[in-house]
């Protein structure tokens, strides 16, 4: 089956790229609750999947509105207002959606998976009181599994997105779509995706295209479609391949001369968040010692830090990463 986006001046004129939090949040629950080792993610998904059992959300709210396969609801993916939304921002979306757009979206998901599961069906009858349900255990999540690791998801995302912004500068349009997946064309004014299952025409869709790279939607793309709204169009970003490659830190010396070599020593420990206490152990370093450190380099925003449970993970910025890719 093949669907075809027809595309007036008006609709080209609104072609634009997101970065969303979302889009991330969804292929990435899917990807760990269905306990597949992918050959991509799976350095992350090792790190990350004992957080997200311990803390109950393989059998919370998000495994239910989240299928191994199949449709995901809809209200769960808002249109990004901007170039780069927060998860706040697309969480106010989320809890916005009026009660039969929820109920709408949740009455296709019990139909393709043969039923609503009993969280669903309290969300059902009372759609404004267990979002609010729905969007903690989303904020929990994010920081658990994304979070620590945004800076680097996100230079990815960019990445893209300047490919991309580049190719329409110096190509046009037309080959940006046909470079964009194999399944997309572009011909005769229209968007054609192949072997799509999902509806995606004007009828059904607003004006304009919203483009959005994705670390997470694994090879094919994901639509979603709303009346009035714009489509949008999540595809695999460029250089997820190498999103979780170990990447060596050397000639650290005039790093260390300006930080310190401790606080110097703790960023190149960084390559995947840790704790405190993984990083003292690591380290050799005390772990009063590593706390007083991590705490001077959040102040000058090289590390953020990220509630787990009962520990803290530390995680690199962006900042702080290109402060290391920057040592001679």
Known sequence: MQAELAFSVSD?????????????????FRLLNSGSAHSVHRPWAEQVRPRVVAAGLDRGWLAELIPPSGYVPDFLNPAPAGPASTLAE?????????????????????????????????????????????????????????????????????????????????????????????????????????????????KTAGTGL?????????????????????????????????????????????????????????????EAPASTTELAHRTGLSPAGVSQYLTALRDAGLVTAHRAGRSVLYARTAVAEALLAAAP
């Not at 194999?182 to 509806?199: G, I």
């Not at 695999?236 to 000639?251: D, I």
Request: no cysteine; glycine share 8%.
């Open 12 to 28: 080209l004129a609104q072609v634009r790229f997101a970065v969303s939090p979302m889009w991330e949040v969804g292929p990435g």
């Open 90 to 202: 697309e969480l106010a979306g989320i809890l916005a959606a009026p009660a039969d757009r929820v109920r709408h979206d949740l009455d296709r998901l019990g139909h393709e998976q043969g039923r609503l599961g009993p969280r669903l069906r309290t969300l059902y009858a009372k759609p404004q009181a267990r979002m609010v349900r729905v969007a903690e255990e989303i904020e929990t999540f994010w920081e658990l599994a994304l979070a620590p690791y945004w800076a680097r998801i996100r230079a990815v995302l960019d990445a893209d997105v300047f490919y991309r912004a580049r190719q329409v500068a110096e190509q046009g349009t037309g080959h940006l779509f046909n470079d964009l997946h194999p399944s997309v064309s572009w011909d005769e004014n229209a968007l054609r995706l192949a072997r799509r299952q999902r509806t995606l025409s004007r």
């Open 210 to 270: 919203l483009l959005i790279p994705s670390a997470f939607t694994g090879p094919g793309l994901l639509t979603r479609v709303r009346p009035a709204e714009p489509p949008q169009l999540a595809y695999p970003a460029r250089g997820v391949g190498s999103l979780w490659a170990s990447r060596a830190v050397t000639g650290t010396d005039a790093t260390a001369a300006v930080l310190g070599r401790s606080r110097t020593l703790l960023l190149t420990e960084l």
